[in-house]
């Protein structure tokens, strides 16, 4: 998600959306599921220096002032976890990274487009895991999460259902599109100098505003997911029904047949 719109454009929906939500649970006595995001522990310190996976024991890191969805997940986050410390309602948060699946408005559509173009730029091979889980396995445990007590005042991350590559996702990708593509990949040192570059000119060009997020894509593309949803899975019972295999392929399948 781009910055575009500033800071606002983020706060109202998300923070304010989500102070509104708090007093509706409130005044029905409901549980409050909310529904938060892997962005809440910053840009860089998700990624540990031990190499381990961040859990949910990981205090939240710096967070750049032009994150303002990370920024505005965060304090929507905080607002959610303070007003069930104050004894006020039951409140959970679940914590998904990238989402994908039919319907989907951001991630899919975005690598569709690329992919139609014949080719798919991958770094060192693509063998890095990324950071995505399927809409329908955060549904699952979402359900899950409202269903048990002991959640209540806890986050859970929803952030990896399944370990699949960036190849593996751009070939199932491929195969939902019914397009052939070929796989190009770019060594590690090149694709590095290319976006230390791109974030050295973005702010000559629209100023600061897309700094942290070329960073963030780099990571994204280049590192292996660096969470661990082993809280969901032992505690929720979490068992993604969806399978990479079939979703994959599913989402991309629905966006061709409707664009």
Known sequence: ?????????????????????????????????????????????????????????????????????????????????????????????????????????????????????????????????????????????????????GANGKPYNLANDFDVTVREFFERAAEGLDQRVRTVSIPMIVARGAFAVARSVAPLVVGNRFKSQISASFDFLARDNPFSSELARRELGWDPPVQPETGIAEAFRWWSAHH
């Not at 949910?56 to 990370?70: C, F, L, M, P, Q």
């Not at 679940?94 to 487009?113: E, H, I, N, T």
Request: glycine share 8%; no cysteine.
């Open 1 to 149: 998600i781009t910055p575009m719109g500033g800071w606002e454009a983020f706060r109202r929906p998300n923070v304010e959306g989500t102070r509104n939500a708090i007093a509706a649970a409130k005044h029905a006595s409901a549980r409050l599921i909310h529904v938060s995001s892997v962005a809440v522990y910053g840009d860089r310190d998700r990624y540990r220096a031990d190499g381990r996976r961040t859990d949910e024991s990981k205090v939240g890191g710096r967070i750049a002032d032009d994150s303002y969805y990370a920024r505005s997940k965060r304090e929507a986050e905080d607002l959610v976890f303070a007003a069930q410390r104050a004894g006020e309602l039951w409140a959970t948060a679940l914590r998904p990274s990238v989402l994908y699946g039919p319907f989907d408005r951001q991630f899919v559509p975005r690598l569709a487009r690329l992919l139609r173009r014949g080719f798919a730029p991958v770094i060192a091979g693509g063998r890095n895991t990324l950071a995505v889980v399927h809409a329908a396995n955060v549904a699952d445990g979402l359900v899950r999460a409202a269903a048990f007590d």
